[in-house]
């Protein structure tokens, strides 16, 4: 697992479909590959923008922050992980809506997150469905 | 605790234990005085008082008798002065007589002849009377008309005759009759007077003498008896307090030489003073007090000795062949089960004696025929309960004061260690299967964990095709691509699976040329989850010229894992810094290849050291702790080594190195961690 550091510059407008009217931007913070690859395809097909990110340092470096509309955030990283990230957010006045997904079943952190506002908590795998109620959830509430 | 003497003013001081109080009896006086004294010099003391006190009765004896000796000279010389003025007188009267008498038969012729004679007989007499007078003790010249009366007399006598004479040859016989009846009565009535007064005199003395000698009998009857009583009174008083100055204390050191004798420590012979006697008491004291420290120092060294056999389960023995007298301590005793003191015999021995063991008992007593040096049994007894205990048995010969050949040794009952050795081996070899239970356990819940990454990129993927695929158009590009990623996933999470069967399948070691590098990523792909739920950051270092090495490809990976989940233990309670792992293989000392997993967890001490690979051991309050007990059994099984170092900064380093020559690897049986240890008991 190699750490990518990236230099994630911040564009609303997608190449993918090149559509005019503004798509919410959702950035995916996950160290796992396979969900950087898979996740923002099926956001781009929900009809969001979509940014992966592989590392909470990553996405708070980018200049992503302000433009995120939703946050989607996986709980189990090396360095910054997802709820340490959340605090971060909060600490700097980022009004984001997260929704945590990961695939460690532990009811207390489950709750912990929920308190310090997250929006939803999906355990991986997840349907298709159950991430875009998420995410209208989260868009239409902020 | 002994009593002291100090040479300034002396102190009894009380002593603990005493119970001798008859030095109060002593009066505090005599005793005083006397002890400051050695013996000699006392005993010189007293005798000297005594000579002292007879010398003083003689001394007042002579003087009394000096006093009568001058008495009686005195007397004496007042006799001779009577003496001579009565010859004086007697000679004057025989004079004037025969001078009356010449006259008065007219003899001329006579009285020229005797005159002269007669007159020197005077002479003679006076010169006599002035010696003895000038004899006398000044006191005595009281009356000095003595003396010149006589004087007096002699030197008118010569003219007085020569008168007469000179009358008578005239023939004047009438005048000389009537010139010596003139001059006869005055001088003779002098002369008397003089004798009177010396006679006076005399009796004077005589009396004086008397009443002195009188007073000095007297005296000397005093004087000797007194003295005599006196002496022999200070001799006696003296003699006895010498006498009991010297025999208490005596008496005092019998007293407690007979109180060692009996074992009294406690006791102390009280001692004041600083002659002799002072000191050998207080060397006596100092004595009993080494003596008593002496007898508690070996009392406690037979407790100790006495415990120690008790906790070691050890008994002493003495063997004396040739009487075939045996001795045994209590612990001994107990062993075998006997009442302690029972008289012991080879028989009694053998009816303890585990009936297999028996020979052995002969085998010894054929030994100590022979005069064996030394010899050494394990066996068994068999009690009458029917249990059994092991007994470990060493002897060694000895020859006893009067050279006889003696047996002394001791005896060790192992059965405790014996039982424990084989519950230790059961336990063991159940663990390790526990162990790959349990880390199964873990192992299936990361592994679960595993598979669904793999498996939620598929749901993700395939849900992308479809959507993909009903857009209108199409995105064909897309769903391909997320097919391909579909599929690419679906193998990855059938290779999970198939490792793990392959991982938990094999029982045997089946050696083959496997790749470190390749294994290593395995497990580590295995951990992944693991890793990421504890927030480490994993780095890994895999040396590209990594030879193959000829291995058990599962029992590797199991260490390498064991080392993994260690180094994540140890970071799991780091707070202050980054918890990072770093994995690392690469060739070592030419012919061997190391595989390095470096923490920066909590490290370990020196003393720790040692027991990290104890089996057992554990630091974490869930573990089992045999991981790496076991970990360093496989490797030296591979003829490798594990170790362990702490690092620099914080946490520590387990590495393992393995030859990578194609080696022969040792029959798992025989070198797995569940056989018995060899070794001596």
Known sequence: MDTLHGVAHCSVMEFSGGVAPERALVSVVDDDESVRESLPDLLREFGFAARAFSSAEEFLSSDCVGQTRCLILDLVMPAMNGLDLQQELKSRGKKIPITFITAQKDEDIHQQALNEGAVDFLYKPFSDTASLDALNVAVSAN | ?681
């Open chain 2, 1 to 681: 605790m002994n009593s002291t003497s100090e040479s300034g003013p002396r102190q009894i001081i009380e002593t603990s234990g005493g119970t001798h109080s008859s030095r109060r009896k002593q009066s505090a006086g005599e005793s005083v005085h006397l002890r400051r004294f050695n013996i000699g010099p006392r005993l010189s003391l007293c005798f000297l008082v005594i000579v002292v006190l007879m010398l003083a009765g003689y001394g007042l004896l002579l003087w009394q008798f000096h006093l009568v000796r001058i008495r009686d000279a005195r007397s004496s010389a007042v006799g001779q002065e009577l003496i001579a003025v009565s010859q004086f007188q007697t000679d004057f009267f025989r004079l004037t007589a025969r001078l009356d008498e010449l006259a008065k038969y007219d003899d001329l012729e006579g009285l020229k002849k005797e005159a002269q004679p007669l007159s020197d007989v005077l002479q003679r007499d006076v010169n006599h009377i002035r010696k003895v007078i000038s004899r006398l003790p000044p006191d005595l010249h009281s009356d000095r008309t003595i003396l010149p009366t006589i004087e007096a007399i002699r030197s008118t006598l010569p003219s007085q005759l020569e008168r007469v004479t000179a009358l008578a040859e005239a023939a004047d016989w009438e005048a000389v009759r009537l010139r010596l009846a003139n001059e006869k009565k005055p001088l003779e009535t002098e002369v008397s007077a003089l004798v009177r007064a010396v006679e006076q005199q005399v009796s004077t003395e005589l009396a004086a003498q008397l009443m002195e000698t009188t007073r000095s009998q007297q005296r000397i009857l005093i004087i000797v008896p007194s003295t005599a009583l006196l002496a022999l009174a200070v001799a006696a008083f003296l003699g006895l307090v010498v006498m009991r100055s010297i025999t208490r204390p005596l008496g005092r050191l019998i007293a407690g030489s007979k109180a060692l004798a009996q074992g009294d420590f406690s006791h102390r012979v009280p001692m004041e003073g600083n002659d002799e006697l002072a000191m050998l008491g207080e060397v006596f004291n100092d004595m009993i007090v080494r003596l008593q420290g002496l007898y508690r120092d070996v009392r406690r060294s037979e407790a100790f000795l006495a415990e120690g056999q008790n906790l070691a389960r050890i008994g002493n023995f003495s063997w004396l062949v040739a009487t075939d007298e045996i001795k045994w301590s209590e612990q001994l005793y107990r062993i075998f089960e006997f009442e302690p003191g029972v008289p012991v015999s080879l028989d009694l021995i053998g009816s303890r004696v585990h009936p297999e063991d028996l020979h052995l008992l002969n085998n010894m007593v054929e030994k100590a025929r022979h005069a064996a040096d030394k010899y050494e049994y394990e066996h068994r007894l068999l009690m009458p309960d029917g249990s059994i205990k092991h007994l470990h048995l060493i002897a060694h010969a000895n020859r006893d004061r009067e050279g006889r050949l003696e047996y002394i040794g001791a005896v060790q009952d192992m059965t405790q260690r014996r039982v424990s050795e084989q519950a230790l081996e059961r336990a063991r070899s159940e663990l390790a299967k526990v162990a790959r239970v349990t880390s199964l356990g873990v192992l299936t819940a990361s592994i679960a964990h595993e598979i669904n990454q793999p498996l939620s990129g598929i749901i993700t993927n395939a849900s992308t095709c479809l959507r993909m695929l009903s857009a209108d158009p199409p995105n064909i590009d897309g769903a391909r691509e997320t097919a391909r990623r579909t599929i690419r996933d679906g193998n990855r999470t059938a290779d999970v699976i198939a490792r793990l069967r392959t991982l938990y399948s094999k029982k045997d070691t089946q050696p083959e040329l496997m790749d470190l590098n390749e294994a290593t990523r395995e497990t580590i792909s295995l951990s992944v989850t693991d890793l990421q739920r504890n927030r480490v950051i994993l780095r890994h270092e895999l040396a590209d010229d990594l030879p193959p090495v000829n291995a058990d490809r599962v029992q590797l990976q199991q260490v390498i894992l064991n080392l993994l989940r260690n180094a994540l233990d140890a970071m799991s309670t780091v707070e202050d810094r980054p918890r990072e792992m770093l994995i690392r293989t690469e060739r070592s000392d030419g012919d061997r290849v190391r595989v390095s997993v470096k923490d920066s967890g909590v490290g370990f001490t020196t003393q720790g050291a040692d027991k990290l690979f104890e089996a057992f051991y554990t630091t974490k309050n869930d573990g089992m702790g045999i991981g790496l007990s076991i970990s360093r059994s496989i490797i030296e099984a591979h003829h490798g080594h594990l170790w362990a170092t702490p690092n620099d900064g914080p946490g520590a380093t387990f590495s393992f190195a393995i030859p990578c020559e194609p080696q022969r690897l040792a029959d798992p049986q025989t070198h797995s961690p569940t056989n018995p240890a060899t070794g001596s008991a």
